[in-house]
C-alpha cells in the first residue's frame, strides 16, 4: 500500500469555512478519483504547539494509483482553488508500507 | 480513531544506519506501550523535491491512549537517543476521525 501524508499548517487569516470548503473538496475526489482506495483527514487537536493544523491520510494500491490521483485535473483544480490560497506551509511524505 | 501523524525531515549528514535505528525502535514501543493500536511508517519515495524524509502513522483509541504512549519513558528515551539528533526538522498532526 501506498500512503501519502499531507500536513498543513494555514495562513493566520484562514478561516473555518475555508477549512471546512477544502476538506469538503478533498472529499468530493473521491467519488472522481477512483484510485484513492482510503481517505482520512482531520484538524490538530492542539495538544501541542508547534503542530502543524490539518492532515490529511491517503491510501493508493501503488504509484500508478498516486500520479493518476496527483495528475488528476479535480485534484490539481482543488488544489488550486482550495488549499495554495489557505496555506503557510506544506509537509509532505508520500512511503509504501507492506 | 485518534491518529498520530509524524513527518521528520533528516540532517543532511544522518546515515541510513541511523535511520533505520530510529525506526527499529520505535516498532520496539509496539511492545512496550500497549494504547498504540496500529503503526505504519516509511521513507519518502522521492518524487517530490521538497518532501519530508520520513513518516510514522500511528493510532489510539482516545486521548488517554495517545497521552499514555507520549509520557512513556520509553518513549521519551527513543526521541532523545533514536530522534532528536537526526533531525532538521518534525511536523506533527495528532486528528480524530470517525
Known amino acids: 500500500m501506498l500512503h501519502h501524508v499531507i500536513e498543513l499548517r494555514f ?3 484562514t478561516t ?3 477549512v471546512e ?3 469538503a473538496g478533498l472529499r468530493g475526489l473521491r467519488e472522481q478519483i477512483d484510485t484513492i482506495r482510503s ?3 482531520g484538524r490538530d487537536l492542539g495538544l ?3 503542530n502543524f493544523d490539518f492532515a490529511s491520510l491517503l ?4 504509484q500508478a494509483g498516486y500520479l493518476a490521483f496527483r495528475d ?3 485534484h490539481q483544480q482543488w488544489v488550486h482553488d482550495h488549499v ?3 496555506i503557510a506551509e506544506r509537509a509532505g511524505v508520500l512511503f509504501l508500507s507492506p
Do not use: G, Y
Open 84 to 86: 495554495r490560497p489557505i
Open 39 to 41: 481517505m482520512r483527514m
Open 11 to 13: 495562513n493566520d487569516d
Open 72 to 74: 488528476h485535473p479535480a
Open 21 to 23: 470548503e477544502m476538506a
Open 59 to 62: 491510501e493508493f494500491d501503488d
Open 16 to 18: 473555518d469555512a475555508q
Open 48 to 50: 501541542r504547539a508547534d
